[in-house]
């Protein structure tokens, strides 16, 4: 069996994620590719000390290109903030490594180009974090869709919502200020996980009209004084896709002052004969409508237990949450990379993350003009 020998840059909450879901690959079961950390790299010294605890990994450092010279890092995760992706990413590239990126795949759509046409031009492996789309529900949500009794397409919903930032008093960082998260913000931040579905169906949107909403601007900044807290914090965007050769509404959804939320992904997909309904919310509940002639129109409610694209040992009836997804993520770039992903749902391409990038510069310019925009593609 072939091995992929994984190195991480950026240890932070995302880079420990991805080293927990390496360290029970054997999980998947069966899987045609082994997988291991073998290298971690981080700015921060506390960082980088929590990765001593993964036995597999041979080099820790905290210089990048040290880690891209090593000859056993077939592939790099990398999880920083917004504004160092493209460069990050080219070293990467350039180095001879594949990539398995985090959203949003560069701060600005013109970043997303460059590290996009870098991959293509060097022929190497790429694919972007978003890892909802590999919940069962998600799963389920794809296989009724692609059954096709729904009818004519009415109406699709899908979103994100958190609610961490309701507190004022929650002290500023990367992630709400522009320089560092991009000119999205929460767009930036949520939306890769709302459109990946929606792309890959073909979805792309036509016409976008956003209304961002920015609440708190400036938020403690944890010495003592106030910083400013820039990004758009909610974001909802009413598009026109086209199903058929019929204009659909979609409405894309990502919010950070979400009350009550925590890390609520969500799809809606109504058809004028059955739909179907997700929220990690109720991670375990599938939602489906079906209407038959002469009966009560009705909504079924399934348990769905622990059915993933990838097997693994875990009992059918058993929950699924954010560690298996991820897992399962990371199972689908390996299995892609390795020509192995057979009808399963892949990873966002760099394609679809520039047209993400797309689709939100053109809520930027909705938002400024208050009139729907067409997303340049
Ligand atoms: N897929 C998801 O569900 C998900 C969730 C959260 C964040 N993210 C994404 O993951 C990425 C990182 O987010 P996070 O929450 O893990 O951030 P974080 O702030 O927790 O961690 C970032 C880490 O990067 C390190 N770093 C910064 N510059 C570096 C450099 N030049 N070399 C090496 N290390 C460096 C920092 O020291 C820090 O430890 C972002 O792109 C974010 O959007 C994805």
């Excluded at 045609?32 to 929590?50: F, I, K, N």
């Excluded at 057979?342 to 520039?354: H, K, N, Q």
Aim: charged share 25%.
């Amino acid at each position: 069996m072939k091995t992929i020998r994984f190195g991480i840059i950026g240890g932070g909450l995302m880079g420990r994620e991805m080293a927990s879901a390496l360290g029970r690959w054997f999980a998947l079961d069966p899987f045609p590719v082994r997988a291991e950390l073998v290298a971690v790299c981080d700015l921060q010294q506390s960082a980088r000390e929590w990765f001593r605890r993964v036995p597999t990994v041979r080099l820790i450092t905290e210089n990048h290109h040290e880690l891209l010279a090593h000859p056993d890092v077939d592939a790099v995760y990398v999880a920083v903030p917004h504004h160092l992706h493209e460069g990050l990413y080219l070293d990467v590239l350039r180095a001879g490594k594949d990539l398995l990126a985090e959203k949003p795949f560069g701060i600005d759509g013109k970043a997303a180009r460059a590290i996009r046409d870098e991959a293509a031009r060097l022929n190497r492996f790429v694919r972007c974090s978003s890892e909802f789309p590999f919940t069962p529900g998600a799963q389920r949500v794809l296989r009724e869709i692609a059954g096709g009794g729904m009818g004519h397409i009415l109406e699709i919903v899908a979103g994100f919502h958190h609610s961490s930032d309701l507190d004022p008093d929650k002290p500023v960082n990367w992630k709400r200020q522009v320089k560092t998260c991009g000119p999205t913000g929460v767009m930036a931040d949520l939306g890769m996980h709302v459109v990946h579905i929606p792309l890959r169906l073909g979805w792309q949107p036509r016409r976008v009209y956003a209304q961002l909403q920015k609440i708190y601007s400036e938020r403690p900044d944890g010495r003592g004084g106030m910083a400013p807290c820039d990004t758009w914090d909610n974001a909802t965007l009413h598009t026109d896709v086209e199903i058929d050769g019929r204009e659909v509404p979609m409405r894309l959804e990502t919010k950070r002052l979400a009350p009550s939320e925590t890390n609520t992904w969500f799809i809606e997909v109504l058809g004028t004969d059955g739909g179907v309904r997700y929220s990690t919310k109720e991670p375990k509940t599938l939602w489906t409508f079906a209407r038959e002639k002469g009966k009560d129109q009705m909504w079924q409610r399934a348990d769905l237990g622990h059915n993933m694209a990838f097997p693994t040992v875990t009992g059918g009836i058993f929950e699924a949450g954010f560690p298996d997804f991820l897992l399962q993520m990371i199972a689908a770039f390996v299995a892609e990379r390795a020509g192995e992903l057979g009808d399963r749902l892949g990873c966002i391409t760099p394609d679809e993350a520039v047209m993400s990038h797309h689709i939100f510069e053109a809520a930027l310019q909705s938002h400024s003009s208050k009139s729907a925009v067409a997303p340049s593609w």
